[in-house]
């Protein structure tokens, strides 16, 4: 079946780039996700990226996607302690259907 | 985008006892919400997609009759742990799909003591 895989911790200083990698399965895949997620809390959408599309930049989120190695990336520029949470990466093949999560990448981030 | 919301956001209830779960969709008119529960440090499975009038769609190794799903309106789904068990214990969170993305709510920690 389908599958997401991320490295499941990344501990940066404050001030530097984050990077954050996803792999996936599945060729099908038309929507690629990246959601945060605090302590105890929900999903908060970061950004998404469609698979004709090679990258994407939205003020300090920079998406990368090779499609060829099936291979997203979350750059963060800048990175502050508030970036600190655990990153999903999760893809679907349809809008509006579920998502397939990989099992999340805590971000440690030290002043 | 859509507001989705859950309530309560935290229930501790007895083993064998049976929880009610409630997810709105404020905004947005869902005529298929998704439920997902997440374990402790691991990443969100999904159980189960509920159908605005109809029955919903479990995945495997999920069992419909622990689980009770319930969507109504178009604006609520229900999701009811019946009978629940310590291993019951979760965060369970829905969520609704727009045409690029998805809406989740903010989750509800279930406890079973």
């Known amino acids: 079946g389908e599958d997401v895989e991320q490295s499941l911790f990344l501990s940066v200083r404050e001030g530097d780039s984050s990077v954050i990698n996803c792999t996936y399965t599945?060729?099908?895949?038309?929507?690629l996700y990246w959601y945060k997620q605090e302590p105890g809390a929900g999903l908060q959408l970061l950004t998404y990226i469609f698979s004709n599309m090679d990258m994407k930049q939205d003020q300090r989120l920079t998406v990368l996607l090779n499609k060829k190695d099936k291979h997203l990336s979350l750059r963060i520029a800048d990175t502050q302690t508030g970036d600190s949470a655990i990153y999903f990466c999760?893809?679907?093949?349809?809008?509006?259907?579920?998502?397939?999560f990989g099992k999340g990448t805590t971000l440690s981030v030290s002043s | 985008g859509a507001v989705v919301s859950q309530h309560p956001s935290r229930v501790i209830c007895k083993s064998g006892t049976s929880v009610k779960i409630e997810c709105r969709s404020l905004?947005?008119?869902?005529?298929?919400m998704f439920w997902y529960r997440q374990f402790p440090k691991q990443s969100l499975m999904l159980m189960a997609t509920s159908n605005e009038g109809s029955k919903a769609t479990y995945e495997q190794g999920v069992e419909k009759d622990k689980f009770l799903i319930n969507h109504a309106s178009l604006t609520l789904s229900t999701l009811t742990v019946t009978s629940a068990h310590p291993e019951d214990s979760s965060f369970y969170i829905c969520s609704t799909g727009g045409t690029y993305e998805q809406y989740f709510g903010p989750g509800t920690r279930l406890t079973v003591t």
């Open positions: 999760a893809e679907t093949g349809q809008a509006g259907t579920a998502l397939i």
């Open positions: 599945d060729s099908s895949s038309t929507y």
């Open positions: 905004d947005f008119q869902a005529t298929t």
